[in-house]
């Protein structure tokens, strides 16, 4: 939760035995309180100062009052002065704010937010100026509450009012809230937002963040994009003031690894589907700047201990290693103590406890796809689950990774069905939906009685919430349509990224048709890299595609390593996921999630609930 101006501090009992009864008219003087506080004493002096007077005088001094009670939690007392306010619609213009504020604070501390939106929008306030002093206050108050309420866009317009003031306390604390609501939009979301912006602060805060996002992937095109920005809005907040995220790029560019060693295993397809999208991604930097790494590559296809060659890399001057691949040799890297150099492996060790300093683990971890992807099943509130895999020795982990995720959610796995070489699913399909003991209780019917014309049809079991998948394109094309010939066409189906082989084009899509999937945005989105990718190397399909994303992103990670130490927060978006560091050190991966839709895997924004999502 972003933060949130709060007036619900605990309350303290402090004896005001006549603090007032007191009109903008006629008001009586109130008895010292027990507890010695300055606060107190300083309310009690302003109602004083309003006995004698009338009118907005009066009305101001009690506003003045009543908001020093907030502060000690005297909610009842505060709302006693506000209620002897009369007419507050003829107060002047500043007042008039005020008064809506604190209106607004008493009904945030009896918990009643839709009272205090209505004070901080209603007519009162209709005619702010943007430069009164009380509405810094206001906007801040304002955006808290959209944002309670998930109205991003209320909540933006708020809180880029706000923060125009930046000698206000709350200056600093506004433009990051604001900053982060923007870039954590979605694109079509930002763009729906530029074109209901009807001010030059909302305007350039959201064009701000667009030229961001554009340039997300390389940080010298960032700079870039600032600095013309910044030519153009030449009057706004933040060209005097940028969020902290921003205001770091120069650093984090200044202090970027300068000589990279990348550890591949270049004789097998996994390390050369991985060593061409992270060139492709150096030569993208290229066009951009010349100011791009030394790259040093090292063959570990037959490597068994990675120490001689990490060796060798150190001593060469690299001041960043990224690799091994191998799961093996991370494993033994994660045993040390202590790396000399910060090390991007391009696996997930074993042990989850074991990780020296200098050490950052980032690969394609099947867990996270099998999590991710029931996050969208339970959101749904499915919870009875059957599960179709391969019967192979290969697949026991991911078949144990699904049943542990699921049941420890909370979930039943009501139906397991394994299958091996073949091309007829029918009897896989027909014990996973109990087919079969319904096609038994007909035989045990046809022997009971002395006839043979029955009419039957057969019933599939009716506990299965969803099925899901683990099977690669060519096994779920001919299984998807068997569930549908055993009267499962109803039941949602959810699979791993293996299920979609990155041809939208083919026809043979179709018969995935309805399944669910979470993937990488390489695969799902087409960008420029890609699509150039594509024209001048080798075909590539599934897994290799995935392979060269996460090559990609492991060279455009290569600047960003400590911010995403220092904040993680950070979500970068690359080629395989939405990528956040959290203090592990392993690089978790937010997919997107995808349905086949008329034979076409088409990317889907889901918002999944805060409860439910990774």
């Known amino acids: 939760m972003l933060p949130r101006r709060s007036l619900t501090a605990p309350l303290k009992i402090l004896s005001l035995t006549m603090l007032v009864a007191c009109s903008t008219s006629e008001i009586s003087g109130p008895q010292p309180p027990d507890e010695d506080s300055d606060t107190l004493r300083q309310a009690i002096s302003l109602i004083r100062e309003a006995e004698g007077t009338t009118g907005s005088t009066a009305a101001n001094y009690l506003i003045q009052a009543a908001k020093l009670l907030l502060t000690e939690s005297e909610f009842e007392r505060a709302g006693e002065l506000v209620e002897r306010i009369d007419r507050p619609a003829a107060l002047p213009s500043s007042l008039k704010v005020s008064y809506a504020l604190l209106q607004a604070d008493l009904a945030i501390s009896q918990n009643d937010r839709a009272a205090a939106l209505r004070w901080l929008t209603g007519n009162l306030v209709r005619d702010l100026d943007a430069d009164d002093a009380a509405a810094p206050e206001l906007y801040s108050t304002l955006g808290d509450l959209h944002l309670e309420n998930n109205s991003t866009a209320a909540a933006v317009a708020a809180y880029a009012l706000a923060a125009r003031t930046l000698n206000h306390p709350r200056s600093t604390q506004n433009i990051e809230t604001l900053w982060h609501l923007l870039t954590a939009l979605e694109k079509t979301e930002l763009e729906r937002l530029a074109e209901d912006a009807n001010s030059y602060e909302l305007r350039g805060w959201i064009e701000l963040a667009r030229v961001f996002l554009a340039g997300e992937s390389n940080i010298r095109s960032q700079l870039n994009a600032i600095e013309r920005w910044r030519s153009v809005w030449t009057s706004h907040t933040a060209s005097q003031t940028l969020p902290s995220d921003l205001a770091a790029l120069q ?40 100011d791009v790494p030394t790259v040093s590559t090292y063959d570990t296809s037959s490597v068994v201990n990675p120490e001689a060659v990490y060796q060798q890399a150190v001593e060469s001057g690299a001041d960043l290693i990224i690799g091994p691949l191998n799961k093996s040799l991370v494993n033994q890297l994660a045993k040390k103590e202590d790396l000399p150099v910060p090390t991007l492996a391009l696996n997930y060790a074993d042990s989850v406890e074991e990780s020296p300093r200098n050490l950052y683990q980032f690969g394609l971890a099947p867990a996270d796809e099998i999590s991710q992807i029931l996050n969208l099943a339970w959101a749904r509130n499915y919870r009875r689950a059957a599960l179709i895999a391969p019967e192979a020795a290969d697949y026991d982990r991911l078949r144990s990774a699904f049943a542990a995720n699921w049941q420890d959610r909370g979930g039943k796995i009501v139906s397991l069905a394994t299958y091996g070489e073949t091309n007829d699913y029918s009897t896989v399909i027909k014990n996973l939906m109990a087919i079969d003991a319904s096609e038994e209780r007909l035989e045990n019917l046809r022997s009971l009685l002395p006839r043979n014309n029955i009419e039957f049809i057969p019933r599939r079991r009716q506990d299965i919430d969803f099925i899901f998948l683990i099977a690669n394109p060519r096994q779920a094309r001919l299984i998807k349509p068997t569930l549908a010939f055993y009267f499962a066409a109803d039941v949602p189906v959810f699979a791993l990224p293996s299920v979609f082989d990155g041809l939208n084009g083919s026809t043979d899509n179709r018969d995935l048709e309805g399944i669910w999937f979470a993937d990488a945005p390489w695969l799902l989105e087409n960008g420029s890299l890609k699509q150039q990718i594509d024209g001048q190397l080798r075909a590539a399909q599934g897994s290799s595609q995935r392979l060269r994303a996460l090559g990609v992103d492991s060279f455009r990670l290569y600047p960003r390593l400590n911010q995403m130490t220092r904040r993680p927060d950070i979500a970068i978006a690359g080629a395989t996921g939405s990528l956040t560091l959290p203090e592990s050190g392993r690089i978790h991966r937010s997919l997107q999630f995808a349905q086949f839709r008329g034979g076409t895997a088409t990317r889907s924004e889901v918002r999944l609930p805060a409860s439910v999502s990774d």
């Not at 990279?260 to 290229?286: H, T, V």
């Open 251 to 290: 650093s984090l560019w200044d202090d970027r690894p300068r000589k990279i060693a990348l550890l591949l295993p270049l004789q097998q397809p996994a390390g050369i589907a991985i060593q061409e999208g992270f060139f492709s991604a150096y030569y993208e930097s290229l066009q951009i700047s010349r």
